[in-house]
């Protein structure tokens, strides 16, 4: 009784990754543990991904 | 005046917006409706013909009347952080901030009610139609005999989930997959089920819209490439390309048709260069291709956000949420 789309379905992405930032209300922006900006880390926001359009997410309806 | 961003404190990607309103000396509230009644409060009074009302968060106060624009990204559940969170309370909290938001003149990326039926993939391929995109061949049934007389004719098949989102329980992802050319399509009777033509693709295309300004980054794939663009793992990164002029028409077209400020198209581009509708998110993530083509998404977004909220939309539809 499983529906066709199902049969193609995989175990979802771990997304609950750690990151290297925090949300400062104050700011209104997440920081790193050295005060700078995360979102001005283009770099490192690559290398996490936390951007990125993933299939899978609780959080990300639209990717 | 100020821009209202409602999402989820981990939305680093809306960190890339903020930076340039903050820079830019636009105020900016920022708040998750999870958070309410918590860490969020809202208040409003109709009274004497008139509306006054209030949101504070993080030690911020904001009058309802006083926003130029509403940017709704990736907000929580209303009050799913409260207290004793419960469906009734969400649903209280919801009703009343976004009823109120809904009051007011503020711009919105985009309104609800456009959201939500954005939201739709096959309203979405019947306006790519409707505004000239190429759309893959589709069949959306339950009818198992329907799937089989579908892949009769087109032998080389994708499915995806209808409505786009995963099952939870428990948690897995239905990508984009290829149907075997034996697949047995009975189980097509116990869930609608979206079978495409494939398109045998050379480039991803994924075209950021907002307002009027598209931006277009394409990320060249092999033929062995997973079917599904957010599962490829491939590292080519994203470059810049051109909108041909046909396209960007039919883009707006279809933006405006949907009563969009900002959506996130995606193409498969085949080997004659013909770029074939996808999907459009309304919502779509975009940080992943500022941070690799350097093209100004988060800037654009910024200064939409940023425009006074004087101005009106020619349309009367409610959406406000075009640009002329």
């Known amino acids: ?63 | 005046m100020t821009v209202l961003i409602l999402t989820s404190e981990e939305d680093v990607t809306a960190d890339m917006v903020v930076v340039h309103l903050n820079a830019s000396g636009v105020p900016v509230v920022r708040l998750d409706p999870a958070d309410l009644t918590g860490g969020v409060a809202l208040s409003g009074e109709y009274v004497h013909g008139a509306f006054r009302g209030h949101l504070s968060s993080a030690g911020r106060l904001v009058s309802i009347e006083g926003l130029r624009s509403v940017w709704i990204r990736r907000p929580g559940t209303a009050a799913a952080r409260a207290a004793v969170p419960s469906g009734w309370l969400t649903e209280e909290a919801g009703q009343a901030l976004y009823g109120m938001l809904r009051g007011c003149d503020a711009r919105w990326m985009n309104h609800p009610d456009a959201a939500r039926r954005a939201r739709h993939k096959p309203w979405q391929l019947r306006v790519a139609q409707r505004c000239g995109l190429p759309v893959p061949a589709t069949l959306i049934t339950t009818f198992p005999q329907a799937a089989r007389d579908f892949a009769d004719r087109y032998p080389d098949l994708v499915v995806k989930p209808v409505s786009g989102t995963h099952p939870q329980d428990p948690p897995r992802a239905v990508p984009t997959s290829r149907v075997a050319p034996d697949a047995d399509f009975s189980a097509v009777a116990f869930g609608p089920t979206l079978l495409q033509r494939r398109v045998a693709k050379r480039a991803d295309i994924r075209l950021t819209v907002v307002g009027e300004r598209l931006l277009a980054a394409r990320r060249a794939t092999d033929a062995e490439a997973e079917v599904d663009v957010r599962f490829d793992t491939s590292d080519v990164p994203w470059c810049p390309v051109e909108v041909a002029p046909r396209v960007a028409e039919a883009v707006r077209a279809y933006m405006r048709e949907a009563e969009l400020a900002y959506g996130a198209f995606d193409f498969a581009e085949d080997a004659d260069g013909t770029w074939w509708f996808l999907e459009c998110n309304q919502s779509g993530q975009f940080g992943f291709i500022e941070v690799d083509t350097g093209q100004p998404i988060a800037l654009g977004i910024a200064e939409w956000l940023a425009r006074p909220a004087s101005w009106r939309p020619s349309r009367v539809n409610g959406a406000r949420a075009q640009v002329p």
């Not at chain 1, 930032?21 to 104050?26: A, E, P, T």
């Not at chain 1, 050295?34 to 283009?42: F, L, S, T």
């Open chain 1, 1 to 63: 009784m499983q529906p066709f789309a199902l049969n193609y379905a995989r175990p979802a992405a771990e997304l609950e990754v750690s990151t290297p930032y925090v949300y400062d209300s104050g700011l209104q922006l997440n920081v790193l543990s050295d005060g700078r900006i995360a979102a001005r880390d283009h770099a490192l926001m690559r290398e996490l991904g936390t951007t990125t359009s993933t299939a899978g997410s609780k959080t990300h309806f639209d990717d």
